[in-house]
């Protein structure tokens, strides 16, 4: 009697205690951590932050997401991994060093496989960007929108590029991908694949000669003020995703998924919209700063000499020449 008596008591103040508590505590708030490798003000920063707090808002305390700039979370590859495994929430990836990891997105890192930002555009925002979303999702990526990279041009310490030739026997940084080492070694060159955040110093050192990148990035990792002749080769116009661990998305009433997919879309809208306005602006301020800047009228001779890169990289992955192949025809 005693016994029961005394169960009964607990098992109601327990009931009690759980009530009053769900009163005073409503769901707690699910804390996302999103990993970006950009500064301040970069456009990716501010599309993130504002997908950040619109997901914030529209969510009424269920979720708050928070966005990391600089790499201060780790390097890409790492940052990769940890979104994989759900420790970090979301990220703004390229898809350059997800090749290691996403095969198909290799195809992505094909030198001038894109003719132009418009033709990347019309095959990401179509069904061949649903393959690729797809070949993310099987390893824990939900791509929910693509974001700008422009095009990435070489720069270094010593002088203009304007023929292969003038690429030889530079030590010229990559990201890390050894398709980035086939291409810059296909063009005579010396390739290290090294962390973005090391690449300031080793141009001061001397480590490198050079390095590869759009403009906004030129100029936001300072490696302008090392580097001063750009040289427009544009051999590589690289999408980005705004990508979601798949565990944190799957965690999601359909009614919180429909939020976080419509404001990685807007996201991307902000995105590009503002990389058209950043490039221009960074173009400026290396100019400004003294940057020679040289364009390429004829860049077949560069385009040849990647016929090897293409032609090894289809001999290891046969089943991706006829993506490949439907790309490049595409425009
Ligand atoms: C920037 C990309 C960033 C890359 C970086 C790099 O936005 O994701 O990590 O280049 O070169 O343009 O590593």
Same mark, same amino acid.
């Given at each position: 009697m005693e016994i029961t008596r005394f169960a009964s008591k607990t098992l109601c103040t327990t009931a009690v205690s759980a009530a009053m508590l769900a009163m005073s505590f409503p769901a707690m708030a699910e804390n996302w951590r999103g990993w970006n490798i950009h500064p301040d003000g970069y456009p990716n920063t501010e599309a993130l932050e504002s997908f950040a707090e619109a997901v914030t808002d529209r969510t009424e305390g269920r979720l708050t997401l928070q966005v990391y700039n600089n790499a201060v979370l780790g390097d890409q590859p790492d940052a990769i991994e940890q979104v994989r495994n759900g420790a970090l929430a979301f990220a703004n990836f390229n898809m350059g060093p997800m090749g290691p990891i996403v095969n198909e997105t290799n195809v992505l890192s094909?030198? /001038?496989? /894109?003719?132009s930002i418009d033709h990347m555009h019309e095959v990401m925002d179509g069904e061949i960007g649903q393959q690729f979303s797809d070949a993310l999702a099987d390893k824990n990526l939900i791509a929910l929108s693509w974001f700008d990279s422009g095009a990435r041009s070489l720069y270094n310490t010593s002088r203009p590029i304007n023929t292969p030739e003038d690429v030889e026997g530079l030590k010229i940084r990559v990201m890390n991908n050894d398709l980035y080492v086939d291409m810059i070694e296909a063009l005579g060159g010396n390739a290290t694949p090294m962390a973005y955040g090391e690449v300031y110093q080793s141009l001061t050192t001397g480590v490198l000669d050079g390095a590869e990148n759009n403009y906004p990035s030129f100029e936001s990792s300072n490696h302008y003020e090392v580097a001063e002749y750009y040289s427009l080769t544009e051999h590589l116009i690289i999408p980005e995703c705004l990508c979601i661990a798949k565990a944190k998305w799957e965690s999601l009433s359909e009614e919180d998924q429909e939020i976080v997919r419509e404001e990685a879309i807007k996201a991307s809208e902000m995105q590009r919209q503002l990389w058209v306005e950043g490039s221009q602006q960074s173009h400026e301020i290396v100019l400004e700063a003294g940057v020679e800047i040289n364009e390429i009228e004829d860049k077949t001779a560069f385009q040849d000499l990647m016929e090897p890169v293409y032609a090894s990289f289809i001999e290891d992955n046969p089943e991706l020449e006829d993506l490949i192949n439907t790309i490049r025809t595409s425009n």
């Open positions: 094909l030198p /001038f496989i /894109f003719n």
